[in-house]
């Protein structure tokens, strides 16, 4: 999480709030938007080991909210998603989320493949494009391709690698697609 995370222990405020939420959302954005709960475990034994996070009741504007803070860069894995559809028909989702520590092995395995992967190549914009290759996106890898070329203007001898990679990357979206 890069940012400051605002959570309530209480279930029924925390619907309310979503669906308080999705009646405000409008008509035309309402198919790409889902009212989303999070529904947070935190494992005793590993506490230690996570970033902090705090009952802020008492120091909130709202203190009935039942309000818990969590760090900067706390790191979450979801452990389920599931839909659900209430009697008016209405979709949300609710995200089971295990707060645990960032020396998590396969989280480490991610950071350290992501590093490698984004630090490679020079131009950040290829970097985003062969990630979202490898994640199957490949309309946006497109455009990241795309966008580098666009940057770099005119081809000559001191860029022909970028190009080409570009160009490289944009064959394969288009394989795929």
Partial sequence: MNSFL???VDRDLALFLIESAATFVSAP???A???VLFDI???PSSSRNVKPFADISSQS???TEKEVLFMIGSVFKIEKVTEVVDDRGTG???INLLLCSSKEHQLEQLVSYLNDKITKYKPKFIAIAH???DMGEYRKAEKYYQRQLDELGNIDEKNAKTIASCYTG???AAHYL
């Fill in 6 to 8: 605002s959570t309530t």
């Fill in 29 to 31: 954005v309402e198919s």
């Fill in 33 to 35: 938007l889902k009212p």
């Fill in 41 to 43: 475990e935190i494992d």
């Fill in 61 to 63: 504007y709202f203190q």
């Fill in 92 to 94: 949300s989702w609710t």
């Fill in 131 to 133: 990630l979202l290759i």
């Fill in 170 to 172: 944009l064959g394969t």
